[in-house]
């Protein structure tokens, strides 16, 4: 008799999600159907609901929090150590001049052209 009682239960729950979920649908259509009613209406064009999603954006978003709640990892500690830069930041700047580079020693330019 409890397994014939709970399977009734059961079957309310589904129909009682099925019936929200109707709902919900028809609620979402109807707000649609207004707005692009009233775009119509007005001359406007009509925008589709769009989510814009980029997932490299996400990763970065969350490597990015890590790295500011862990601090910066030993592997890229260890590569600015290797190439002798700051350990605070690991990150070449590329193009600020000739100050920047440490391993190399200038020589005039040959004019054989």
Known sequence: MFTFILRIVLFVMGLMFAASLAVAVTLLATVWGLRYAWARLT????DPWVMRFHPGKGF???RAAAARRNGPAAADV???RARGESVSSPVVS???GDA??????????DSRS
């Open 100 to 109: 920047d580079v440490t391993d190399v020693r200038s020589r005039p330019l």
């Open 60 to 62: 970065e978003q969350f």
């Open 78 to 80: 260890a590569a600015a």
């Open 94 to 96: 590329i193009g600020r």
């Open 43 to 46: 001359g406007k064009p009509v």
